[in-house]
């Protein structure tokens, strides 16, 4: 039964040599994944967080646009037209000198904009307005593939944005004409002084005609006063506020928390070192995931096997049947249950594993090998004063250690569970392991039990399990996701490697959804 003996030196020596785990941190894409897929699995492993985020951000957008004054908005438009002549005469909206729409209405959006425009709006307004206020309170925008420029002024109350608009359009109105007629005039007299100078014979001429012509159309523009641009929507009374918009602010915040969820599940996922969910953990184990424990109120309180849940009793019969799959018909003696670091469950498992293949009509043992931080005669009630490190040191022989336990059985007879506690925590558990004591012991169980769980030191004491792990037929790696560390997960497959142990597989405990598996905590 026994493989070739490993000596402590031996795993002294090798321990240091174990190999550094993988590179990249739990979670991180694997090769085959594409970006779909890693940023799914990131959301899957941190949808708390991502999503408390993004409530966190939205609602507080909201709450602060409650908070803020409202503010109403009003528009007027202009449309500006091309006419070559006045444009000749104005140097204003000359339609072959731009090379696009999109410059010419730049341009128009500079003239609406100028100062002296705003200045005479303040002084048309009253008291409380300025130049500045009332440039800061109107937007211009040239409207896309259009000669049409939107003015938009904002106010406190509705009433004042739309006056506000109307006036500023009044006055650059008002301005243009201005502009037009006095340029048209200097037109004027330039063309009747050089008509004055023409002889009666060129007057008559060709020339003549040409200056009266343009003469007269003149005096037709200065007549309509038409300043090449004109009102086609007076601003109106606003009915709602343009700021804030609480419910648009909101939405922006929440995708915006989202983002920032996302961002720091990202950040979050580089530096932590835990095994976050069940990807994870396939993605680093070496051997099959034999079940998945769910996390559970009760395992945590110690609960006997008879008071547990339907979903967890189910769950242990599950782990059971992989285990069994891995073993295939080979005699099943020896099992032993181990961990990365302390608190991951390590215990439990082992117990309930013991107790499912007590149910199942087996001569099972239970032996707590953990020397050091023994908690199973706590957790179920069992006697502590004799176990197995009393067996050991022969104070008390096995019959005297060993408790027996009647495990209920729905609808049949109780099964029968035999356990031995850690008894008196030592702090030399390898001699004790490694005695001909532990080898007598061990060789009178196996013609006794058909199956016995060792319940054996975590990953920090493990070169202590050397012993153990030549004698057992198996072992089950415990891991739990939210708990578990990568390093450490790796580094004790990496140890159990080097001692030749045969892992049957990964036990995953604490798992909120055996087929969603987020960050649950473990069972401890």
């Given amino acids: 039964m026994a493989r070739d003996h490993l000596t402590a030196p031996d795993m002294e020596a090798g ?27 990131l959301f899957r492993a ?26 109403y908005a009003s528009t007027a438009s202009l449309l500006f037209q091309q006419s070559p002549l006045v444009g000749q005469l104005t140097g204003f909206n000359q339609g072959n000198q731009f090379n696009t729409v999109a410059e010419e209405g730049a341009t128009n959006v500079a003239l609406v904009g100028s100062r002296p425009v705003a200045a005479e709006t303040a002084a048309q307004l009253g008291s409380g307005f300025t130049e500045k206020s009332v440039a800061e309170a109107t937007a211009l925008e040239a409207r896309a593939n259009t000669r049409i420029v939107d003015v938009t002024a904002e106010a406190a109350t509705p009433q004042e944005a739309e ?12 301005a243009r004409r201005r502009e037009v007629q006095r340029t048209i005039q200097q037109a004027l007299t330039g063309l009747e002084h050089e008509l004055d100078g023409l002889s009666p014979e060129a007057r008559n001429g060709t020339a003549g005609k040409e200056l009266t012509q343009r003469i007269g159309t003149l005096r037709i523009l200065s007549a309509v006063q038409s300043p090449n641009v004109e009102l086609i929507q007076p601003a109106q009374l606003p009915d709602l506020p343009a700021s804030p918009r609480p419910k648009r602010n909101a939405l922006l915040g929440l995708l915006f928390g989202l983002l920032v969820g996302i961002g720091l599940a990202a950040v979050r ?18 051997r099959p995931i034999l079940g998945t424990v769910p996390r559970h109120p009760a395992l945590a309180r ?9 979903d967890v009793v189910d769950a242990f019969r599950l782990a059971e049947f992989g285990l069994r799959a891995q073993i295939g018909t080979h005699p099943m003696p020896y099992i032993l249950v181990t ?6 469950g390590k215990t439990v498992c082992a117990w309930h594993l ?12 239970y032996i707590e090998a953990d020397l050091r931080q023994p908690t199973a005669a706590k957790r179920w009630s069992l006697d502590p004063r004799h176990g197995l490190a009393d067996v050991l040191v022969g104070s008390v022989s096995r019959a005297e250690a060993v408790q027996r336990i009647s495990v209920p059985r729905e609808g ?18 390898w001699e004790l392991f490694d005695s001909r004591a532990m080898r007598e012991l061990l060789d009178e169980c196996v013609v006794e039990y058909d199956a016995i769980v060792l319940d054996g030191p975590a990953l920090p004491n493990l070169v202590e399990a050397v012993p153990l792990v030549n004698a057992v037929s198996g072992v089950v790696i415990v891991a739990a996701p939210g708990a578990t560390l990568r390093q450490g997960f790796e580094r004790l497959q990496d140890g159990l490697e080097q001692m030749g142990a045969n892992v049957y597989g990964i036990l995953a405990n604490g798992v909120r959804r055996p087929s969603l598996l987020e960050r649950a905590n473990p069972i401890r």
């Avoid at 321990?15 to 699995?41: C, Q, Y």
């Avoid at 049949?412 to 558990?429: N, Q």
């Fill in 354 to 365: 013991a107790v499912t293949m007590g149910a199942a009509q087996k001569r099972v043992l």
């Fill in 46 to 71: 941190n949808a708390r967080v991502i999503l408390l985020s993004g409530l966190a951000v939205g609602s507080l957008a909201f709450a602060l646009s409650l908070m803020m004054p409202k503010r």
């Fill in 15 to 41: 321990i240091d040599s174990w190999r550094e785990p993988g590179s990249g941190p739990p979670g991180a894409p694997r090769a085959d994944e594409n970006a779909l897929v890693t940023l799914f699995r």
């Fill in 302 to 310: 110690g609960t006997q096997p008879a008071d547990l849940p339907p």
């Fill in 339 to 344: 961990s990365a670091a302390v608190g991951e």
């Fill in 269 to 286: 996922q580089q530096v932590d070192e835990r095994l976050r969910n069940l990807d994870d953990v396939e993605s680093l184990a070496r």
């Fill in 412 to 429: 049949r007879a109780p099964a029968i569970l035999d356990a031995l506690t850690a008894g008196e925590a030592t702090r030399s558990p």
């Fill in 163 to 174: 006056r506000i608009a109307n006036t500023y359009v009044r006055v650059f109105l008002t």
